[in-house]
């Protein structure tokens, strides 16, 4: 079930939407394609710099930098994929220098997250999706009456609301998280758990600012 489109969002200029897939789009090709070296964020280090002050501040950084980086063609088209999707009718609703620091929070969050759960790990943490379900998590609660049209193979085009598609996705993360308990995986599930949480619970306290709250009807009319 892959996502194309949201259909009755009034869709403005994306600014800061663009500018995460330029950046991203960057990174790639110069740590993938040019292979400059980069490092992602590695749980076990960032909590020795918990302990390590004076390394505090380069930790955060790559923590930050590491939600532009990702592992592979595949990786990269489907993160702005969705970001695409998503960021698209989130920043439309609450603006973009909301949505900017949203989207930054969102990411961070979903790296702790991601390092609590498995704190002693050496293995480097890249990529965008927990900022991106973080995004979704607001676009839940903001835009739940929205229609995602999405694409089941092999023919099948269907409009859904955007509450429904975004619970089975949900519901998928929280499944392959439980079954990668048993054994290794090389996807950061929790991260994206954290970070749609997150998101979630930051879209329902927009819903009651007024501001936010106005510029979500009129996006739905």
């Excluded at 980069?38 to 960032?46: D, H, Q, S």
């Amino acid at each position: 079930m892959l996502p194309l489109r949201c259909d009755n969002v009034e869709i403005k200029f994306p600014l800061f939407t663009l500018v995460v897939i330029v950046l991203c789009a960057t990174a790639f090709v110069r740590t993938d394609l040019l292979h400059d070296f980069a490092e992602g964020f590695i749980p076990v280090n960032f909590a020795y710099a918990l302990f390590h002050p004076e390394h505090l501040g380069d930790a955060l950084l790559v923590l930050v930098a590491s939600f532009f980086l990702h592992g592979g063609v595949l990786h990269i088209t489907a993160n702005m994929w969705y970001l695409w999707i998503f960021g698209s009718a989130v920043e439309s609703t609450v603006g973009s220098f909301r949505f900017a620091v949203l989207y930054t929070a969102a990411g961070i969050v979903s790296m702790l997250v991601q390092g609590v759960g498995d704190p002693l790990s050496k293995v480097p943490v890249v990529g965008a999706s927990g900022a991106i379900a973080g995004i979704m998590g607001m676009h839940f609660m903001l835009l739940p009456r929205s229609r995602i049209v999405v694409w089941i193979p092999p023919i099948f085009f269907i409009p859904v609301p955007a509450f429904i598609f975004l619970i089975v996705w949900f519901g998928m993360q929280y499944l392959n998280f439980r079954n990668s308990e048993a054994g290794e995986t090389s996807i950061a599930w929790l991260a994206h758990i954290g970070g749609y949480v997150f998101g979630t619970c930051t879209g329902f306290v927009l819903r009651l600012i007024p501001q936010a709250h106005k510029t979500h009807k009129r996006e739905q009319r």
